[in-house]
């Protein structure tokens, strides 16, 4: 952490002032909405490609790189950015393409152990990052049938999807188990998140008062 500034000089987040989220995912919104962290979507477009070659250091400098495309698009907030990946061994999977790519993921992962990991970068209201870190989840998905993958594309969740399922939805079939967040699997580590908003002064306590929340 490396704040430019004392954490009081900034305002706290609020409805008044709310979060920038640099993200159209729909589930993180509705993980921040869950909570009640007012907040404004801010997508970033951003070339994901030639990054680091570490999954864990790739998903957060992707994170930062969100936030800092969004910064010069805002109103003095607090910026987060945030990427989600899955991995296989030393295989990252991204989002499919296609149904044949989806069987091939979904393939990869059945009966085995993945990691998700999700990399967060939060920006000051100067734009000056002051957190980056990522959390990591092992996830266990039973042994699949053909026609269980079959059946899985043909309900089209999985496209869109880092790794080709959704665990909040038809695919928690497949989930096992898992070790560590939940929310982290989803597409946001909720409790590192609002730790990380305490701690650089974007938050002054945590749940909002009531009064304060969307």
């Not at 910026?79 to 044949?100: H, N, Q, R, S, W």
């Not at 734009?127 to 989840?137: E, K, L, M, N």
């Not at 701690?199 to 002054?204: C, P, Q, R």
Request: proline fraction near 6%; aromatic fraction near 8%.
């Amino acid at each position: 952490m490396n704040n430019s500034k004392d954490k009081s000089d900034f305002r706290n987040i609020d409805q008044v002032y709310p979060l920038i989220l640099a993200s159209a995912s729909p589930r993180r919104r509705d993980l921040l909405q869950q909570v009640g962290l007012p907040f404004v979507i801010l997508p970033a477009d951003i070339d994901e490609s030639g990054m680091h070659v570490d999954p864990a250091e790739n998903a957060k400098l992707l994170a930062e790189k969100k936030a800092c495309t969004v910064y010069s698009g805002t109103d003095n907030g607090w910026i987060l950015g945030v990427d989600t990946t899955v991995v296989i061994e030393d295989t990252i999977l991204g989002k499919p393409v296609g149904a044949a790519d989806a069987s091939f993921m979904l393939g990869l992962l059945s009966g085995k152990y993945h990691r998700v990991i999700s990399g967060f970068s939060i920006l000051d209201p100067e734009g000056q990052p002051v957190c980056s870190d990522y959390v990591s989840t092992d996830v266990l998905v039973k042994r699949l049938a053909a026609e269980d993958i079959s059946a899985y594309i043909a309900t089209g969740e999985p496209f869109g999807k880092a790794g080709g399922y959704a665990i909040q939805g038809v695919g928690s079939f497949m989930i096992e188990s898992i070790n560590g967040s939940y929310s982290n699997v989803v597409g946001l580590p909720v409790c590192a998140v609002i730790n990380a908003f305490l701690e650089v002064g974007a938050l002054k306590r945590f749940p909002i008062p009531r009064s304060d929340s969307i």
